[in-house]
């Protein structure tokens, strides 16, 4: 766990990091920041599937969010911004996660009686 929680914390200075770039328009920097960022997420996605962790869809989620993220800032950059409405489709699966994840929560909870 401990380990994980070395990747959480280097994640977060890279989402911010790729995310001022894309505040500050400094384009060729911001996208290079999208393959660390999308990379660091994805092997925290993948170590909470091995670990059988729960944690795993909001995992999931964060980097459908990243991915939506990233298409939504490179066609800003493009000047293709008539397209960037197809964000919505990551956007939207990482909603279909973590709402998966409260379901899962909220029916073991039940079933242990207990609330969160």
Request: contains cysteine; proline residues 3%.
């Amino acid at each position: 766990m401990h380990k994980l929680r070395h990747y959480e914390n280097l994640h977060i200075p890279l989402w911010l990091l790729k995310d001022t770039c894309w505040m500050l328009q400094w384009k060729t920097f911001g996208i290079v920041m999208i393959f660390p960022t999308i990379i660091v997420a994805a092997v925290i996605t993948v170590k909470c599937w091995r670990q059988k962790d729960d944690e795993f869809w909001i995992n999931l989620a964060t980097c459908f969010w990243i991915a939506a993220n990233s298409y939504w800032m490179l066609c800003e950059f493009s000047h293709h911004e008539e397209i960037k409405n197809y964000a919505a489709i990551p956007f939207i699966a990482g909603m279909i996660c973590v709402t998966w994840f409260y379901i899962k929560r909220l029916l073991l909870d039940k079933k242990n009686n207990t609330i969160f």
